[in-house]
């Protein structure tokens, strides 16, 4: 699979030839489904909490007498059958994460770079370098058509890319190592670097 390169400034600068076993597949929403719930759950915090009967401030003095009321034998105002009594198996701070075979990571990785590849939602940039002006890059980003962009540079973001790129609304800036598939779909459009699909290419072979 061969792709223009462009430059920032919107000029070209040649060809690059893409791996078809990592841009030519026909993506599979059930694999990218389970990598975003798996990065999503690991990202969830787990601090929800309530109190049982066993913390809730309550006098323990037994609320009346056991016979002769009528009523049900209750002993204490904090049971959960009462009103700001304590509450029965709620949610407890834990851990939301679960396993996913790193095959299937890889998998899902694969399948979000060719799902932006055949949508044609894929550009290819010479490199991403920048003086580090945010008023610079943000002509280029407008000029480019790009509205809501990821790129994904090599192994190191350029520092003047990085800091220009930082007060742009829309454009998120990883590097190689941090491309995973829930920031890829999040955005319409997705720009590599030539070090960055060297770097994909490199990862995932």
Same mark, same amino acid.
């Given at each position: %699979? !061969?792709?223009?390169?462009?430059?920032?400034? =919107?000029? *070209?600068?040649?060809?690059?030839?893409?791996?078809?076993?990592?841009?030519?597949?026909? #993506?599979?929403?059930?694999?990218?489904?389970?990598?975003?719930?798996? +990065?999503? /759950?690991?990202? +969830?915090?787990?601090?929800? !909490?309530?109190?049982?009967?066993?913390?809730? &401030? $309550?006098?323990?003095?037994?609320? $009346?007498?056991?016979?002769?009321?009528?009523?049900?034998?209750?002993?204490?105002?904090?049971? #959960?059958?009462?009103?700001? =009594?304590?509450?029965?198996?709620?949610?407890? #701070?834990?851990?939301?994460?679960?396993?996913?075979?790193?095959?299937?990571?890889?998998?899902?990785? %694969?399948?979000?770079? &060719? &799902?932006?590849?055949?949508?044609? @939602?894929?550009?290819?940039?010479? @490199?991403?370098?920048?003086?580090?002006? *945010? !008023? *610079?890059?943000?002509? +280029?980003?407008?000029?480019?058509?790009?509205?809501?962009?990821?790129?994904?540079?090599?192994?190191?973001? @350029?520092?003047?890319?990085?800091?220009?790129?930082? /007060?742009?609304?829309?454009?998120?800036?990883? #590097?190689? %190592?941090?491309? /995973?598939? $829930?920031?890829?779909? !999040?955005?319409?459009?997705?720009?590599? *670097?030539?070090?960055?699909?060297?770097?994909?290419?490199?990862?995932?072979?």
């Amino acid at each position: %699979m !061969k792709l223009d390169v462009i430059k920032l400034d =919107g000029g *070209t600068a040649g060809e690059v030839e893409l791996d078809e076993a990592l841009f030519g597949l026909e #993506p599979r929403a059930d694999i990218l489904h389970r990598v975003v719930r798996w +990065q999503r /759950n690991k990202a +969830q915090a787990g601090t929800h !909490k309530v109190k049982t009967r066993s913390e809730v &401030s $309550y006098s323990t003095k037994k609320i $009346y007498r056991q016979k002769g009321t009528g009523g049900a034998r209750h002993g204490s105002r904090k049971a #959960p059958i009462f009103r700001k =009594g304590g509450i029965y198996k709620g949610p407890t #701070p834990r851990s939301h994460a679960h396993d996913l075979p790193k095959k299937v990571r890889r998998l899902g990785l %694969m399948h979000a770079l &060719s &799902s932006k590849a055949k949508a044609g @939602n894929l550009v290819i940039l010479e @490199n991403a370098e920048s003086d580090g002006k *945010t !008023k *610079t890059l943000a002509r +280029q980003v407008a000029d480019l058509g790009w509205k809501r962009a990821l790129v994904i540079d090599g192994a190191e973001i @350029n520092e003047g890319f990085a800091r220009a790129a930082a /007060n742009i609304d829309g454009l998120d800036v990883l #590097p190689s %190592m941090g491309a /995973n598939v $829930y920031d890829i779909l !999040k955005r319409d459009t997705l720009v590599l *670097t030539r070090a960055g699909v060297e770097a994909l290419e490199a990862r995932l072979k």
